[in-house]
């Protein structure tokens, strides 16, 4: 079984930056995309970003889109979240999750992924 580890998150000041990390347990671990997913309070969880482990492949949701970065080091089995700008409406437990048996970069449905880290929270104030 294999487990996704997140890290980083914390509380920031709307405007500033924050970066959230996601590491696979085992290294053979064979992914075909990985994704950043939120949940805020009384909220569905939401799509973030998605990244495929082949090329530079990338999709965001249009509200993070040029303020958000996801990237991958395959060599590490990690994903990372490179946060600017942030806003308040940012605030939300942020998950990342695994895409075993598809490319395809639409998918941005919770339901799409496979394994799921256990989550992190970021925060924005005002």
């Known amino acids: 079984q294999v487990q996704l580890v997140e890290s980083g998150g914390g509380l920031v000041q709307a405007g500033g930056s924050l970066s959230v990390s996601c590491t696979a347990s085992?290294?053979?671990?064979?992914?075909?995309?990985m994704a950043w997913l939120r949940q805020a309070p009384g909220k569905e969880r939401e799509f973030v970003a998605r990244i495929l482990r082949i090329g530079v492949t990338t999709h965001y949701a249009d509200s993070v889109k040029g303020r958000f970065t996801i990237s991958r080091d395959n060599a590490k089995e990690t994903v990372y979240l490179q946060m600017n700008n942030l806003k308040p409406d940012d605030t939300a437990v942020y998950y990342c999750?695994?895409?075993?048996?598809?490319?395809?970069?639409?998918?941005?449905?919770?339901?799409?992924?496979?394994?799921w880290g256990q989550g992190t929270q970021v925060t924005v104030s005002s």
């Open positions: 085992r290294r053979t671990f064979l992914w075909y995309a």
């Open positions: 999750a695994a895409d075993v048996t598809s490319y395809d970069l639409g998918r941005v449905d919770a339901n799409d992924y496979h394994y």
